[in-house]
């Protein structure tokens, strides 16, 4: 099965982290979480989560896709790290996936990622950063290649169900949405 790196920092949108290691789990992917340091991650509603490991121990691991998930500040202490933009840089290069949704493109954005990409985000959450070559649209999600974005906490569910899609194909995201009870 496909390896997924999710990266938790502190101010992390909890739903959409949640969501994205709960489904891709239910659908035996291997989800590992990452925090940017070994301390316990407090996200932005107050909700404590307790990260498999640091970035800094899985950086030279093989993975199929990073999985980014929004919120503020989480997504600027992501952006603030230099091992995730490394990480994102690495994976893209390798012809993996790199996923973001909410605030968290912005640092698909800083990581060189998104020139002549199409892309969603949050509403206002890339406003002023310089988004010259970028195409932002107001779609719940959107993949461009290898770049998967989505708009926010709403999203969240049907961004972790297109993950399982990309990585382990329609059957195993019908399979999954089932037990779901949707």
Known sequence: ?????????????????????????????????????????????????????????????????????GGLPGADNLNNDPKIHTLL?????????????CAAPRVLLSAG???????????????KLDCSGVTITSDAIVIDDNIITSRGPGTAMDFALTLIETLAGAAKRHEVEKGLAR
């Open 1 to 69: 099965m496909p390896t997924v790196l999710v990266p938790l920092a502190q101010g992390c949108e909890e739903l959409e982290a949640v969501t994205i290691i709960d489904l891709l789990r239910r659908a035996a992917i291997t989800v590992i979480t990452a925090g940017l340091d070994p301390q316990p991650v407090i996200a932005s509603r107050g909700t404590v989560l307790l990260p498999d490991t640091t970035l800094a121990t899985v950086q030279s691991q093989p993975l199929d896709m990073i999985a980014l998930p």
């Open 89 to 101: 840089q690495q994976v893209a290069n390798q012809g993996k996936h790199v996923a973001a949704i």
């Open 113 to 127: 990622l998104l020139h002549e990409k199409r892309i969603t985000c949050y509403p206002g959450s890339l406003d």
